[in-house]
């Protein structure tokens, strides 16, 4: 009983953590450019068949292929940026977030077209065996993607931290007009917040395609993430992460627990919850009201 | 008086018209013209079964492709459309409605999936377009009445093979069912339990999963939880792969046996040494096969899909037409639904050229095949384990 449950927790951990990555893609791009890219999910899924083609159709190794994803994924970004958003920047935030939808079902249907509506497995370097350490239950797959994901949360951590762009793009969320002031070039940020966004959508689509397969459809898993980032707190960094995780062994142990009709719906019981004794998430900030 | 005489004699010159109209050419049926069938059929193109949707289309096309180039069926061409449904029966309505009422077609032939042809089921009934051979092995469409009927052996009977291999041969007698929560998954399913109560046994364990659910660990604690020594899987191809795996990441290993939807390819492809020793359950011979019929099959899908790979999954959709042809060539120059439902219901030991029979009647089943044979993964292929046996009608009951 005790080893079933810490396996559904270690795995739903690291199911949890690539939904944490899409929800610090959707987190970054808001605090940077008040924007909810629905396009998130859409990410992971080209990210995933850039990997695959790299990986099966030209044999590239794995390691070159996980920065070449990174790498592309990042200008998948920064095109979507310029083409669709800078353009309808002064539009209204309603209409910028429809773009990003129509967007995600471009990528979708492209992804469609050249691929196929096939499932197809993208191998990986983690093994799927058992590994058992006392009452721990795991595969070194879970291990793998868990760990992986804290190693990107912590340069990213880093960046924002310690370098001088990481630090201009932080000004830059918290005043634009301030950040230009202090000759920081707003335009580049944006750029770079969609490139960093695509990349860690890169990274978590390189990490979670092996396990449930990669298809024109895998965009989808960006809806669990949102839901993950807005149980976090939508806007905090730290609670898209922790959210993220949440959501991920909450799905696993209600799936263990109850049904599958219950596990589906287990993450959204949970936001509305959630969402009613504490409004703007658990790490979000309470709402500043203007007097 | 003139006035109300002159209106009744247009009334009856209207009326007049109106019969001759409607005894028109026998053919006047929707979707038949002098030269050309148009059949319907709503797939799974871009959804989560989308290969069983674009893999039985082509079969289905490569079949009717040949037909026409040969001069067509009595001289009428069969012309195909499909719309995509997503796997989704809201869709599979919407679809269905505008392959009746606008396209205009003869038959629904083919129907892709056993929730998604439930959703139409009525409706088709209200129009009186028969539902021919839909993609679903369901034994719904063997027991519903005139207007459908099945090709294939159904889920339950097929279940009722498994069970029986399990409690018979390999003497088991904790089984656990895996089932998709739809028509399709509890076919099976409740006929599995049935089955088992008659060999006064029970589930251990009954699972269930959403379509289109994409992790299965809290499925596999579940399962381990029962000690069940084979799980029945009332799954499609993706879900038995992803399974077994995450069975195995707990240290875990059943006998892993499922109906005939498993039985593709791509359940090996994308499950790998994880799927080594599945059984399942053939209801057709594999593309592999000798046999005239399957020759003709290969020939035709390098002319008119040379890009698909042979799979079960187009070979199904190619014996769904060879047999849909064979009715309508019977059912002769005069076609209408009704002619078309009685020369696909006097079918009867048509062999054409594979080892397997087809026959209507002779029990309650509206079904062509009544024959099954098991399976395994062996050496990264399905290997047959068994010989083909003439299946029992599986219920619920």
């Known amino acids: 009983m005790v080893e079933i449950l810490t396996s559904q927790v270690v795995s739903g951990l690291a199911t949890g953590c690539v939904y944490a990555l899409i929800a610090l893609g959707f987190v970054l791009i808001f605090k940077a450019t008040d924007v909810v890219n629905f396009a998130q999910g859409e990410f992971v899924m080209v990210s995933g068949f850039i990997s695959y083609t790299l990986l099966i159709r030209f044999g590239i190794p794995y390691w070159l292929v996980l920065i070449l994803t990174i790498v592309v994924s990042g200008f998948m970004g920064v095109i979507l940026e310029r083409v669709v958003v800078r353009p309808i920047m002064n539009a209204p935030i309603f209409s910028i977030v429809i773009a990003t939808i129509g967007a995600s079902t471009v990528l979708r249907s492209a992804a469609g077209i050249i691929y196929g509506y096939d499932v197809l497995p993208l191998p990986t370097i983690f093994s799927k065996d058992p590994v058992r350490l006392g009452v721990l239950n795991f595969t070194a797959m879970d291990v793998g993607v868990i760990g992986s994901s804290l190693v990107i949360m912590l340069i990213l951590y880093l960046f924002f931290k310690f370098t001088k762009t990481g630090t201009a793009m932080r000004a830059t969320a918290q005043s634009q007009t301030a950040a230009r002031l202090m000759g920081v070039s707003v335009s580049r940020i944006f750029s770079l917040t969609w490139a960093i966004s695509a990349g860690i959508g890169g990274v978590a689509g390189v990490l979670i395609a092996p396990i449930i397969y990669l298809d024109p459809n895998l965009g989808f898993i960006g809806v669990k993430a949102f839901a993950g980032a807005i149980l976090g707190g939508f806007g905090s960094i730290p609670g898209a992460i922790v959210g993220g995780m949440l959501l991920g062994i909450i799905e696993n142990l209600s799936g263990y627990f109850f049904n599958a009709g219950i596990k589906q719906v287990s993450t959204y019981i949970l936001l509305i919850l959630v969402l009613v004794i504490w409004p703007s998430g658990l790490f979000g900030a309470a709402p500043i009201r203007k007097v | ?397």
């Open chain 2, 1 to 397: 008086m003139k006035r109300l005489l002159d209106r009744a004699a247009v009334l009856g010159a209207l009326i007049g018209l109106l019969v001759l109209t409607g005894s028109g050419p026998v053919w006047a049926e929707d979707g038949v013209t002098d030269k050309e069938v148009v059949v319907g059929a709503g797939m799974d193109l871009t959804g989560a079964v989308a290969n069983w949707g674009v893999n039985i289309k082509a079969g289905m096309e490569a079949v009717f492709n040949r037909v026409n180039d040969a001069g067509g069926v009595h001289g009428r061409k069969i012309r195909l459309i499909a719309y995509d449904h997503v796997y989704q029966p809201p869709k599979a309505v919407t679809n269905a409605k505008r392959l009746v009422e606008r396209d205009k077609v003869f038959v629904m032939m083919g129907h892709l999936g056993t929730p998604t042809t439930k959703a139409i089921k009525e409706y088709l009934e209200e129009r009186r377009v028969p539902n021919i051979f839909p993609s679903t092995a369901a034994s719904i469409w063997t027991t519903s009445g005139p207007w459908h009927i099945g090709d294939l052996a159904t889920y339950a009977d097929q279940t009722w093979m498994i069970i029986d291999h399990l409690v018979k041969d390999k003497k088991i007698k904790k089984i656990a069912s895996f089932y998709q929560d739809d028509e399709y998954g509890l076919d099976g399913h409740l006929a599995g339990k049935a089955r088992l109560k008659q060999h006064e046994l029970a589930y251990v364990a009954e699972v269930d999963y959403k379509r289109a659910d994409i992790d299965f660990s809290s499925q596999a604690a579940k399962l381990k939880e029962s000690g069940a020594e084979a799980v029945i899987l009332q799954a499609v191809y993706r879900e038995p792969p992803r399974l077994a795996e995450q069975c195995h990441a707990i240290g875990y290993h059943p006998v892993f046996i499922g109906p005939s939807p498993i039985v593709v390819d791509k359940t090996i492809e994308l499950g790998g040494k994880h799927v080594d020793g599945m059984m399942g359950v053939e209801v057709y011979p594999l593309p592999t096969e000798p046999g005239a019929f399957l020759d003709l099959y290969r020939a035709d899908m390098k002319k008119y899909f040379p890009n698909l790979a042979l799979d079960t999954t187009n070979l199904y959709g190619y014996q769904k037409a060879a047999l849909f042809v064979e009715g309508m060539q019977r059912a002769g120059r005069n076609l209408t639904r009704d002619s078309v439902l009685k020369g696909i219901e006097s079918i009867k030991d048509w062999d054409p050229g594979w080892g397997l029979k087809y026959s209507y009647g002779g029990d309650a089943r509206r079904v062509m095949s009544r024959v099954g044979r098991l399976v395994v993964v062996k050496d990264g292929k399905w290997t047959k384990v068994g010989e083909w046996m003439e299946l029992k009608e599986g219920g619920r009951r």
